[in-house]
């Protein structure tokens, strides 16, 4: 039914892909919306610095979980190399969940010896 409606493949993709991010923006604002009906602010439940050193792994996650969707492969005119696509964002995912977890380790340890 949606293929009758949007024909163009491309912007098929580039309207799935756009739908998701806005599901996962509104899931992150309901969470937070629930976090300040409860008295807890958000902004002040992570250290500044912990966000600051583990972001750019989050953002790895986030691109290597991004580059597995067909709708962005399509919409980038890449679906020829799926299957190198997949290896290469299967070891990104690897490599940026193992620095996100040392990352966290560290400040973890770094926060223990400060207390």
């Known amino acids: ?3 009758q409606l949007v024909p163009d493949e491309r ?3 580039l309207i799935i892909l756009s739908i998701t991010l806005l599901i996962l923006l ?7 919306a629930v976090l300040r009906r409860f008295g ?6 992570i250290p500044p610095d912990m966000i600051r050193r583990v972001a750019k792994p989050l953002i790895l996650i986030l691109f290597s979980i991004l580059l597995r969707t067909q709708a962005l492969r399509r ?3 890449l679906d020829e190399y ?5 290896e290469i964002s299967s070891l990104l995912f690897i490599f940026a ?3 996100l977890i040392l990352r966290i380790l560290r400040v973890v340890t770094l926060e223990r010896l400060t207390i």
């Open 82 to 86: 799926d299957d190198v696509i997949m």
């Open 97 to 99: 969940f193992t620095w």
């Open 26 to 32: 509104g899931v992150y604002l309901i969470v937070a």
């Open 75 to 77: 919409l980038l005119g």
């Open 40 to 45: 807890k602010d958000p902004k002040y439940m």
């Open 1 to 3: 039914m949606f293929e």
């Open 11 to 13: 912007l098929r993709s």
